[in-house]
């Protein structure tokens, strides 16, 4: 354990195959070495999650980054299926739920609409600050620092307008960062 | 008689035995092997004489045999797309060779039918050592390997027409001095006394006999030899199909290399395919080594000491030229840079047809008898420096471009490394979902009814038992990604799982279970995944039972999950304590997991149903009510809460 590393990152896509900009995240993270990575679709394919094995993941690590393709306004169902069965009453939130106090969080995702429809004049009405209050109130609830999430907008055609490779380089230079926080 | 056959048989045989291991060891391949085995025999220590030349003939149907099986790999479809190599790069190499050696000749000073004919025998390279050599290092499938073979192949086939030009250089003069009578006595076909047009009809009969015999006959032939379960009779039968198919071949004067070839490619597509493959493979690589040892004993010292100046410069003088027309055409036709080398090198010595065109030669008073004497020492000579131009090969030209040639191999047939063995009740399901899902599968049944029921839904499936290695080896194991043990005899299925592991650790085997002991044997022998053949029915219907009696279905789903996975647990738990006959080795450590398992269950089900809070595996549960009430009592942090910064928009 002298030499855990610190990141843990909870991806969840239900396709990777058909993705465009994810699988590049999180190729590009994965090169970095000092990140554990989870693809829970490839580790539960039916849904079925190995509580135990996930809680004792979290507790090894300083920084939980969650990373997922917008679905609904919120996480693919695999994830949310995540949060309700390793969230546990006693593990990180209630009685004796200390476990992940102090631990940092942070949401990477991808979003298919552009910036100017997540605002009260656009076609989603609300920004996605709003739209993500429930993740931000559950590590709230658990005690953790909620970091300012990341957020590629019109994923779709991130690679043909060359934002992916600036998204890229920013997500490395922040899980980089993240390195050696406590 | 019988002790001098069995001597005979005995000094072959411990010469090979010796000698083979031994150079493929010091990595000289077993073809240099066989040659000095018979370098040893014969010219060295003098115990085989004279007999290996009657013992040559008989030795060279292994290269019948060994094209009959290159034949078998070839399906119909492969051979059209070589079309373009096999006349270009053949047709163009063996016009130029044959040019350029009859060139030199009459420059030499022969006349032009000798100077024709050298050119005719030298032309052929060793389908034996090459396509041996190339399998051995695993270059078949490679660019360079391809463009090999397309060569060696126009070589055979040009062999028919050569055989029939060859006595029309007959030179008067050599005639003169011989009994006239015996002339081409000896291959006289049953067709000569035909008029032309009878025989060019007969030659075309005798290849339609082939075509259409194999692909109409041979599948009800073969399947009801293969229903008696009589292994013999089915090897009986293999090689009455290949000498059959030869001695027609003889009789119309077609090459049976060709015939047997042509028998081959015909029955590629058969379900017999992998059956016959490992049936005849024995005695083809027992002939092939036979036929190297004649080559290697044959070389006659005292013509070699008398004229070894002249040898030699022939040798190399036809190597150099045969090297520099096969790399030059190569590289003309656009084959890439190593594997024309890989051409150039391989196929640049005189092959095992140059003796038979020889003797014929000789016989046709076409080439005086010296002549041939020493050229027969040349092609010998040509055949031994071969792998040692293999080797050159390997350490000068292959190792930079060797890694991506081999990959680029792989990706062809990326798709189809997965061999099913057992095509039952159970084989069929995991087939089924494969192909659904594109992926190419060689499934292996031993029953002769399944293969065809299956062939009639157009599924290939090949007849065979697949414990047996060889057919294990011939369906394509050594290259093979998956291997799914799907049989249900339990220690067949071991058998296999062993010794696949043992031909390739690497390879992930997945192994259906007859019961738990089984499970714990096959994960000893090294099954990667083992499944147990009625576990997941039964769970199924364990779970159709729950919600019939009232549970929730999404609850009786959760409780066979969990039963599932602490099952699973526990036989990886269990299964060292059994050694790998399946007996109990360790009973008292056996004893104590079972125990430990029992309580593990018991505790997860009970937390599973009640509402009770503590680690373990439960999923989702309520919090308690105090929780509730303590978060009405916080009621005045929430203004706080509130007004805490959210992060900047995002």
């Known amino acids: ?182 | 008689m019988l002790t001098g056959l069995l001597f005979q048989a005995f000094v072959y045989l411990i010469a090979s035995v010796i000698t083979v291991p031994i150079a493929k060891r010091l990595g000289l391949g077993s073809v240099l092997g066989y040659l000095i085995a018979g370098v040893m025999i014969g010219p060295i220590l003098g115990i085989v004489g004279s007999e290996t030349e009657a013992l040559q003939q008989f030795a060279e149907f292994g290269i019948v045999m060994m094209l009959f099986l290159v034949g078998l790999e070839l399906e119909p479809k492969l051979l059209w797309d070589m079309r373009r190599r096999l006349l270009g790069l053949g047709g163009l190499q063996l016009g130029a060779c044959v040019a350029a050696v009859t060139g030199v000749g009459v420059l030499l000073g022969l006349s032009w039918q000798i100077a024709l004919i050298i050119g005719l025998i030298v032309t052929q390279s060793s389908s034996a050592i090459v396509l041996q050599t190339l399998t051995e290092k695993g270059l078949m499938k490679t660019d360079g390997g391809e463009a090999s073979f397309a060569t060696l192949l126009f070589q055979d086939i040009a062999v028919i027409p050569t055989l029939a030009i060859i006595p029309l250089l007959a030179m008067p003069d050599i005639i003169g001095d011989a009994n006239i009578g015996a002339a081409g006595q000896a291959h006289e076909t049953l067709l000569a006394a035909l008029p032309g047009w009878a025989r060019v009809l007969a030659t075309f009969a005798a290849v339609g006999v082939v075509v259409c015999g194999g692909h109409f006959l041979m599948r009800p032939l073969l399947r009801f030899i293969g229903e008696s379960k009589l292994r013999e009779i089915f090897t009986a039968a293999a090689l009455l199909l290949v000498i059959a198919t030869a001695l027609l071949m003889e009789l119309v004067g077609l090459s049976p290399a060709f015939g047997t070839f042509l028998a081959g490619v015909v029955l590629a597509n058969n379900e017999y395919r992998h059956e016959l493959e490992s049936d005849i493979a024995p005695f083809k690589g027992l002939l092939l080594g036979l036929f190297f040892i004649t080559v290697g004993a044959g070389i006659d010292v005292t013509v070699l000491l008398s004229e070894y100046g002249v040898i030699l410069a022939m040798v190399v003088g036809i190597i150099a030229l045969k090297f520099t027309v096969l790399f030059g055409m190569s590289k003309l036709l656009k084959v890439s840079h190593s594997a024309s080398w890989l051409v150039g090198l391989g196929l640049c010595q005189v092959g095992e047809f140059g003796f038979v065109l020889i003797n014929f030669s000789t016989q046709n008073h076409a080439l005086p008898s010296e002549l041939g004497q020493m050229l027969s020492l040349v092609v010998a000579l040509s055949m031994m420096l071969t792998p040692f131009l293999f080797i050159a090969y390997d350490k000068f030209i292959m190792k930079p471009e060797h890694d991506s040639d081999v990959r680029d191999a792989d990706n062809i047939d990326d798709i189809g490394n997965v061999i099913i063995a057992g095509h039952g009740r159970f084989g069929q399901v995991v087939n089924r979902l494969l192909l659904a899902m594109g992926y190419k599968t060689v499934v292996l049944d031993h029953q002769s009814s399944v293969v065809d029921d299956m062939r009639r839904f157009g599924i290939r499936t090949f007849f065979g038992d697949a414990s047996r290695p060889d057919l294990l080896i011939a369906a394509g194991l050594s290259d093979a990604k998956i291997l799914i043990v799907a049989i249900d005899d339990v220690e067949r299925s071991v058998e296999i799982v062993k010794f696949a592991r043992r031909e390739r650790p690497d390879l992930h085997i997945i192994a259906r279970a007859r019961n738990r002991v089984h499970v714990y044997t096959l994960y000893q022998a090294g099954a990667s995944d083992i499944v147990r053949e009625t576990f997941d029915s039964a769970m199924r219907a364990g779970r159709y039972a729950l919600t019939a009696l009232g549970e929730h279905p999404f609850q009786a789903e959760r409780v066979s999950s969990l039963y599932t996975k602490f099952d699973r647990k526990a036989l990886a738990q269990m299964a060292p304590f059994y050694s790998d006959d399946g007996t109990l080795a360790n009973e008292a450590g056996f004893k104590n997991a079972l125990e430990e398992y029992k309580v593990n269950l018991t505790d997860a089900i009970a937390l599973l149903q009640g509402e009770k809070h503590a680690r373990g595996e439960k999923g989702w549960t309520p919090p308690p009510r105090s929780f509730y009430e303590r978060q009405t009592m916080n009621n005045p942090q929430d203004d706080s809460e509130n007004s805490k910064p959210y992060p900047a928009e995002f």
């Not at chain 1, 992940?100 to 298919?112: E, M, P, Q, S």
């Not at chain 1, 429930?134 to 590590?139: E, N, R």
């Open chain 1, 1 to 182: 354990m002298t030499d855990k590393t610190n990141i843990i990152i909870v991806y969840a896509h239900p396709r990777r195959d058909l993705s465009r900009a994810n699988e590049q995240l999180i190729n590009a993270a994965a090169e970095l070495g000092h990140v554990k990575i989870v693809d829970l679709y490839a580790e539960y394919p039916t849904y079925y999650i190995d509580i135990v094995q996930e809680q004792e993941r979290l507790i090894a690590h300083d920084v939980i980054v969650l990373q997922f393709p917008l679905y609904w306004y919120s996480t693919p169902a695999l994830l949310k299926e995540w949060q309700d069965q390793v969230l546990e009453y006693g593990f990180a939130y209630g009685d004796g739920g200390t476990a992940l106090a102090g631990k940092k969080l942070l949401c990477v995702i991808t979003a298919g609409g552009s910036k100017d429809t997540y605002s009260s004049n656009g076609t989603n009405n609300y920004p996605l600050s709003t739209l993500l209050t429930p993740i931000q109130q559950t590590a709230i609830l658990c005690d953790m620092e909620f970091l300012s999430p990341l957020v590629l907008y019109s994923a779709k055609c991130a690679a043909t307008d060359d934002r992916i490779d600036t998204h890229i380089q920013h997500y490395l230079t922040t899980l980089t960062n993240l390195k050696g926080a406590q």
